[in-house]
Nanobody, 126 residues
Framework: QVQLVESGGGLVQAGGSLRLSCVAS????????LAWFRQAPGKEREFVAA?????????YYSDAVKGRFTASRDNAKSTVSLQMTGLKPEDTANYYC??????????????????WGQGTQVTVSS
């Protein structure tokens, strides 16, 4: 089971950009689907993006972030990143990195992931 550590959160004005990173250790990174979820106070955890283990060029995105966020993975560095642009106040949440071993679909479901980072806070001011 991999261990995950996120970084890169912070406070940004609406329309700004942030880049989150998640470094993994303790497993064969290339065999894991890596995903980003977020959770705002009083709300359910929701899927943001996923970089599947079977493809480094075809990430998945939620409709809420498609066209604004870009997920990428670097297997050589055991890192997955989330470039966030055009940030909106509704993007404010704690962002979590998650890993699932050789997941074959359903990447948007949190229940498929058994490794989670501690989260990094993103706050977008209006």
């Amino acid at each position: 089971q991999v261990q995950l550590v996120e970084s890169g959160g912070g406070l940004v004005q609406a329309g700004g950009s942030l880049r989150l990173s998640c470094v993994a250790s303790g497993g064969d990174f290339s065999q894991y689907t890596l995903a980003w979820f977020r959770q705002a106070p009083g709300k359910e955890r929701e899927f943001v993006a996923a970089a599947p283990w079977w493809s480094t060029t075809s990430p998945y995105y939620s409709d809420a972030v498609k066209g604004r966020f870009t997920a990428s993975r670097d297997n050589a560095k055991s890192t997955v990143s989330l470039q966030m642009t055009g940030l909106k106040p509704e993007d404010t949440a704690n962002y979590y990195c998650a890993a699932s071993y050789r997941t074959m679909g359903g990447v948007q479901y949190a229940s498929l992931y058994n490794s989670w980072g501690q989260g990094t806070q993103v706050t977008v001011s209006s």
